[in-house]
C-alpha cells in the first residue's frame, strides 16, 4: 500500500501551551512547520487550566524563592538547574503571554493579581478568573492562527521512525477517514501532555491517555520518574473533576464528619495550603479512618460558604458552575463534597532544559524533542506546585521551539517509505479484524480501577506487586479485543482501542518504578517505607521497556544546586 509522505523541516505533536508556543518559534524563523493533534487544539487539555500560572513578580517576593519553594515541593528530586531556568524566566513569560493580547485578573492598582497556591511562601499565581488556561491557550492558538502555522487537527499519530539512531518523522492517520499518511521531518516534538487517565478517578480530559509515552517506549526508549504521579486534593467526589487549588487559595477549608478543620494535625502551619501531596494523603487518610461524608463514607468536605456569593462569583465562578452541574451542590450555600483525584505527571520523556530527548541519562537522540507534561525535563521531581505546569509547558515548549530551530540545519532528513508505517497498519488492520471477545471499555475500567487501589495515593509491595500481576493478564486480555465498528470514518471505538494499549504499557511502568523505589518522596508513599532515603534514592529512574512488555530499570543523577536536601515539613 502506498502512503502519502509530506515532508516538513519540523513536525510538533500537541496543539496545548508546549506545542503551540513551539510551533510558533519554529514557523516564525521560516522553517516549515507542521502541527497535528488528535483534537482542536482549543480543546487541549491545557485550557482546563483553572488557577493560575506562576511567576515571581511582587516587589516582596523574588525568584529564589520560587526556587526554594519548587525544589522543596518536589521532595529535592527536581533538577536544579532546570528549576533556575523556569523560575527566572517566568516573569518575562508573564508578560509575553500580557503583551500577546492575555487578559490577567488585576489588583485595585492595575498590577497583575496574584493569588496565594499550595507550598509557596508567598502568592504568586497569576490568573484570569479561574480560567487562566483556556485564556492563554487562546491567546497562543491566535499567534499561530495569525502566523499561519499548518495544522493538522484530528489527526492521531500512533508511531515514530526511529532509524538509522535518529527520528525521522511520525506515522499518523486522520480521525475523519482513517486515511495514514507518514509526516518526514528533519525534527520531531512531542507536546502530548499528561498520563491521569491511568486511574478511575482523575482529573484530565479523555484524551490525557499519555500517547506518546508508550510509543517512545515502544521503541526500547526510556522513560523518566513514571511512578511520580500526583494527586490532586480535591476532584469532585464520584468523578474527580477538578475544584481548582483556587478555592483553597482564596480561602477554602477542609472538614471531616466531625465538622473538624483536620489540616491542623497534618501540616499545623500550611493548613490547606500545604502542598497537594500532604492535603491528599490527609484527605485520604481521614476517609480511611472512617471519617468521610457522603454515602459512601468516601468524601471529605470543602466549604467556601464564608466567602460569599459575590467573592465567588468574581474569582471562582467556573467552579461554582461544575460543582452545580456535576454534584447538583451551590458551594455559596454548602460545602461541597471533595475526594483525592489523579491529576498531573511528573515523569515523562527524558529531555535536556534545550528540550532535546534522552536515550539514556547521558546521551541524546538527534532529531527528537519534547515539552511540556509529556516530558520529564524534571522541574517538578517527586511532586509539582500548583501553578508551575502551566508555566512550564509554554516556556519550556517555546524554549524547545527555539533549539529546533538552531538545529534544523545541522539536521539531515532521512529518506522513509511506505514501509515504514507497516508497524501501524498492522495494528489498526488486527484491531477492526480481531475476532475476539474482550471489549475496551471493559478492559479498560477494570485497568483504571485496580491503578487507583493499588498504585494510588497509598501504595505497599503487596499492592504493587499485584497490579504488575494484573497488568500482565490485562496485557494478554488486550490481544483479545473485539471491536464492533469496522467503519473508518470518525471510528472512535478503534481510537480507544489505540489508546488502551498505550495505557497498559505506560501504567507498567508507574507499577515497576514504584515497586522499585522503597521510599517515600513527595506523591509516591509507600506504607511499608514511610521515609524518604536519599542515601539509596536521590535519584533519578530511567526505565526501557523490551518486546514482552518487561521493565528493566537504570538511575541517573539530580542535578543539586544551591539548595541541598532538608527534612520537609509545612
Ligand atoms: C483540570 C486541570 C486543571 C489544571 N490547572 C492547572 C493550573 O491552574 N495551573 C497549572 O500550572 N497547571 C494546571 N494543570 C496542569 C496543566 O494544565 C498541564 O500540565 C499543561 O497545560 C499541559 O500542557 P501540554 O501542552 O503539555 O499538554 P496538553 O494541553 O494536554 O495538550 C496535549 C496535546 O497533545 C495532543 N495529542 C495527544 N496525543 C496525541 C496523539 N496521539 N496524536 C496527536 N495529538 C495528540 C492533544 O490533542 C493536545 O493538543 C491543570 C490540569 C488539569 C487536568
Partial sequence: MDIPIHQYDA?????????????????????????????HPLRSHSGAAQGGINAALAKDDSVELHEFDTVKGSDYLA??????????????????????????????????AQRPFGGQSHPRACFAKDRTGLTLLQTMFEQTNRLGVEVFDEWYVADIIYKEGVVAGVCAYDIKTSKPAIFNAKAVMFATGGYGRAFKINSNAHANTGDALSI????????????????????????????????????????????????????PEKMELAPRDLVSRSITQEILEGRGVGPNKDAVYLDLTHL?????????PELRDLALTFLGMDMVKEPIMIAATAHYSMGGIPVTIEGRVQKSPTEIVPGFYAAGECSCVSVHGANRLGANSVLEAP???????????????????????????KGMIDEMQRLLTNNGTERVAKLREEL?????????????????????????????????????????????????????????DYSAFIVEGALAREESRGAHFRNDFPKRDDEKFLK???????????????YGEVTLGKFEPQARTY
Fill in 540 to 554: 533519578h529512574t530511567y526505565a526501557y521497556m523490551d518486546e514482552n512488555g518487561d521493565i528493566r530499570l537504570e
Fill in 395 to 421: 516556556l519550556f515548549g517555546r524554549h524547545t521551539g527555539k533549539t529546533i530551530v538552531e538545529d534544523i540545519d545541522k539536521l539531515e532528513l532521512v529518506e522513509v517509505s511506505s514501509e515504514d508505517a
Fill in 79 to 112: 533538577d536544579q538547574d532546570a528549576v533556575e531556568f523556569m523560575c527566572q524566566n517566568a516573569p518575562e513569560l508573564v508578560r509575553w503571554f500580557e503583551h500577546m493580547g492575555a487578559v490577567f485578573s488585576r489588583n485595585e492598582d492595575g498590577t497583575i
Fill in 216 to 267: 517512545v517506549a515502544r521503541h526500547g526508549l526510556p522513560l523518566e520518574d513514571m511512578e511520580f504521579v500526583q494527586f490532586h486534593p480535591t476532584g469532585l467526589a464520584g468523578s474527580g473533576i477538578l475544584m481548582s487549588e483556587a478555592a483553597r487559595g482564596e480561602g477554602g477549608k477542609l472538614l471531616n464528619s466531625k465538622g473538624e478543620r483536620f489540616m491542623e494535625k497534618y501540616a
Fill in 11 to 39: 513536525v510538533v505533536v500537541g496543539a496545548g501551551l508546549a506545542g503551540l508556543a513551539a510551533a510558533r518559534e519554529i514557523k516564525k524563523s521560516g522553517k516549515k512547520v507542521a502541527l497535528i493533534t488528535k483534537l
Fill in 448 to 504: 483504571q480501577a485496580s491503578m487507583m487501589e493499588n498504585a494510588g495515593v497509598f501504595r505497599t509491595k503487596e499492592s504493587l506487586e499485584k497490579q504488575k500481576a494484573l497488568i500482565k493478564k490485562y496485557r494478554e486480555r488486550y490481544k483479545n479485543i473485539r471491536l464492533d465498528d469496522k467503519s473508518s470514518t470518525y471510528n472512535t471505538d478503534l481510537q480507544e482501542a489505540i489508546e488502551l494499549g498505550h495505557i497498559i
Fill in 308 to 316: 460569599g456569593e459575590e467573592k465567588i462569583n468574581e474569582r471562582l
